[in-house]
């Protein structure tokens, strides 16, 4: 017998309706933001990602030569080809680009539940627009999105790159020998959440010369994650990092300016998260991101618990194109998302219009079909029985591919004018003529749809 290879599902039936209702989900919301959906090829050349990440990054991609001795790879991630499709053929297009797009990625590493090596991404860019309102826009998206899985138990958490950079450098650590990787190493340590971690190796590598108000201010900086727009929030901590650097002052002042502007817009055109804050010690690990960073974590995943990432970033450069830049989007973990709302049990095929099953019994098909396509018509999804196999297999059928309603017509219902529709979840029933508006109104109240 010939097994699936590792690290790669099956989709089944009920699987796959949930799937493509999340899908649906998710386009809804980016559509109401106005993004548009696009789409790009599941292999792409390696080097659109050697450039990105280094040649080391291909010990974890499905790479391979073609026939013409091409170096190609299936794709890790979906922001480097919508990027690269930008620079090859939407340089001309009216700009902001609101961009949407879904599909398949594969990494070559070890797979473990909520982590495949072939996995599915959803993902928007905003692209030739900056600043705090855009900022604004593409996290409200996200939060919406998140809210349109229908999860309850999660949470945001928005910070800035170019802050956090700036705050380390502040320590003196030019004259450290090679800065730059000790600011690198400290900000993965702090993404990481390793603070016991940052401080052993900023204490081996300390300047002599920083004060002990200006340490007592870094661990505030540090640990004032959470705290949102009050005495001592992250935003005034970072401003009093600054007070002593009349050179960065103006330039960091507006900085955070602009970052609390992204936060109070935030408020306004998004509803409110179960938990948001404020923690300018993530970073993404990822070195092309310049501004601001966000995550979206769901505790129930655990140590894979984040579920959704992005922030402002540069990348138009790697294509030898002039910036169209800073852009800003995120990546959500399609398959995370619906792990989390299995641990919740949630089930967003439930949240849409309700599915119908439809029995004939009898000669009565020249009067059913007309009342199938028009609930269809309306907007029901309907299913109909088109074995003739009785009613007791029959409603095991409806039973079994989960629907919310059952419609038994028979010779005699049709004789009567009635019928009878079943909610299944507890047996209820209610009366209807047969004119299709009667049966949608009844529809409707046992669906409550309003």
């Not at 089944?12 to 790009?40: C, F, I, P």
């Not at 984040?306 to 540069?314: I, K, N, P, T």
């Not at 095929?349 to 199938?372: C, F, N, S, W, Y």
């Not at 018509?377 to 009613?391: A, F, M, S, T």
Request: net charge negative; charged share 30%; with cysteine.
């Amino acid at each position: 017998m010939v097994e699936r290879p590792r690290g790669t599902r099956d989709f089944g039936v009920k699987d796959m309706a949930e799937r493509l209702a999340l899908e649906r989900a998710l386009d809804n919301v980016a559509k109401s933001h106005g993004y548009n959906r696009v789409q790009t090829p599941i292999f792409e050349r390696l080097d659109l990602f050697t450039v990105k990440s280094g040649p080391e990054v291909v010990n974890q991609l499905y790479a391979f030569k073609d026939r013409s001795d091409r170096d190609l790879t299936l794709r890790p991630e979906l922001t480097a080809p919508v990027m690269r499709m930008v620079a090859d053929s939407m340089r001309a297009d009216a700009k902001p680009l609101r961009l949407s797009y879904f599909g398949q990625c594969f990494r070559y590493e070890e797979s473990k539940k909520g982590r495949y090596r072939e996995f599915y991404q959803y993902g928007i860019e905003h692209i030739g627009a900056s600043g705090p309102l855009v900022e604004a826009e593409v996290i409200a998206l996200a939060i919406r999105m998140m809210q349109a899985t229908g999860l309850q138990d999660w949470s945001v958490r928005i910070g800035h790159v170019g802050v956090l950079r700036r705050v380390l450098e502040q320590a003196g650590i030019d004259d450290w020998g090679d800065s730059e990787d000790f600011v690198g190493d400290a900000m993965r340590l702090l993404d990481k959440g390793d603070n016991s971690g940052f401080w052993e190796m900023f204490q081996d590598n300390i300047a002599m010369d920083i004060s002990d108000d200006w340490m007592d201010l870094l661990a505030n900086f540090i640990g004032a994650s959470g705290k949102i727009q009050r005495e001592g929030d992250p935003i005034e901590t970072a401003r009093e990092m600054f007070q002593g650097d009349a050179e960065w002052l103006k330039i960091w002042k507006d900085v955070l300016d602009d970052f609390e502007a992204t936060i109070g817009a935030i408020e306004v055109l998004a509803p409110t998260p179960p938990k948001l804050e404020i923690d300018f010690t993530i970073s993404r690990g990822l070195d092309y991101y310049t501004g601001m960073v966000f995550e979206f974590h769901v505790p129930s995943l655990r140590g894979e618990s984040q579920v959704l990432g992005g922030g402002s970033y540069r990348l138009m450069h790697l294509f030898d194109q002039p910036d169209l830049d800073p852009c800003c989007g995120f990546g959500l973990g399609f398959d995370r998302v619906l792990l989390a709302m299995e641990n919740e049990d949630v089930s967003i095929q439930k949240m849409e219009r309700g599915q119908i099953a439809v029995i004939p019994l009898g000669d009565t098909h020249a009067q059913v079909l007309p009342i199938v396509g028009g609930l269809r018509n309306k907007g029901h999804i309907v299913h109909l029985e088109v074995r003739d196999r009785g009613l007791k297999r029959a409603m095991r059928w409806a039973d079994g591919i989960g629907v919310d309603l059952v419609m038994i017509i028979g010779e005699r219902d049709i004789e009567s004018g009635k019928i009878e529709i079943k909610r299944l979840v507890d047996g209820n029933t209610a009366s209807s003529n047969l004119e299709l508006e009667s049966i949608d109104d009844v529809i409707c109240n046992l669906l409550d749809l309003g």
